[in-house]
């Protein structure tokens, strides 16, 4: 079977490429720009992007399967042309679909292919480990994190594991009609994940707390609007259950445990002067 991937190159893109390779199916990876895509041997890489539906009119042709993305990878917006994409879809014969979601509310995509008569299975990262990337400039530089809200809990999730259970839902049966929920094995504070990331690297971090204020400044600095500010304080001072409660949705999934934090850095390491 054919299986189109979205977000060929992103950081559950790729992962999720590799694997569906590594078990003998054929991969039609969607990226902007398939020359710089540097795609693992044996992927047919084509131009499209989600976001623009006249660019996706053969992206569909002879795939039996198809990762989605319910935002758009530029501004992360949600998509508002999912009609047009399911529709794509379902002509074009595909039977099942994954839907990586990025945000709790469901997504026009979403709605579009739960309409649509595809079987579909939502896939729900509570946060990517990735996102610790955002601190690699300052311990490669100082050998220091900056952040606040020390107490904040998050069950954050390795990429790959959602490309693992991505790739069991786009090739295997029972999967169809379910939003999975997908978590790391632990829920980890910020001194938690900077403490795991030296020991990564096998020299000290230091982490260093900042005041709400300070944060916000930076925030702004960054270039953040107010509207940001006020989730991201939200989502650290009273966050949902769920970004914090340890799942084993991987684990029944993949019949694999979940990949911890620590994997995560090992693998990393180089990207924080490692």
């Known amino acids: 079977m054919t299986i189109l991937v979205a977000g060929a190159t ?26 710089k895509a ?32 319910s935002f758009n990878g530029e501004d992360f917006s949600p998509l508002t042309n999912g009609v047009e994409i399911a529709e794509l879809a379902r002509k074009a014969g595909v039977r099942r679909v994954t839907v990586l979601k990025g945000d709790v509310e469901k997504s026009p995509l979403e709605e579009a292919v739960e309409a649509s008569g595809l079987e579909w299975t939502h896939l729900s990262p509570v946060e990517f480990m990735s996102n610790a990337l ?5 311990i490669t530089s100082e050998g220091v994190v900056r952040e606040a809200f020390a107490e904040a809990k998050s069950a954050m999730v390795h990429e790959a594991d959602i490309a693992a259970v991505a790739a069991v839902a786009l090739t295997a049966d029972g999967h169809a009609g379910q939003e999975y929920w997908l978590t790391g094995p632990e829920a980890l504070t910020p001194p938690d994940k900077v403490r795991i990331i030296a ?34 304080i939200m989502m650290r001072t009273n966050p949902p259950e769920a970004g914090y409660t340890v799942l084993p949705t991987v684990e029944k999934v993949t019949g694999r445990p979940a990949r911890t934090f620590a994997q995560w850095a090992r693998e990393n390491a180089a990207a924080f002067g490692g």
């Open 134 to 138: 955002e601190w690699a400039e300052s």
């Open 199 to 232: 020991e990564a690297l096998g020299r000290e971090v230091r982490y260093v707390e900042l005041s709400q204020d300070e944060i916000v400044g930076q925030w702004r600095e960054q270039g953040y609007s107010d509207e940001d500010i006020e989730f991201f």
């Open 10 to 35: 992103g950081n559950v893109g790729r992962p999720l490429v590799e694997q569906l390779l590594a078990s003998g199916h054929q991969v039609r990876a969607l990226t902007r720009n398939p020359a």
């Open 38 to 69: 540097d795609l693992p041997a044996g992927a047919e890489a084509v131009a499209g992007n989600l976001a623009d539906t006249a660019s996706l009119a053969q992206a569909f042709d002879g795939v039996s399967a198809a990762h989605l993305i």
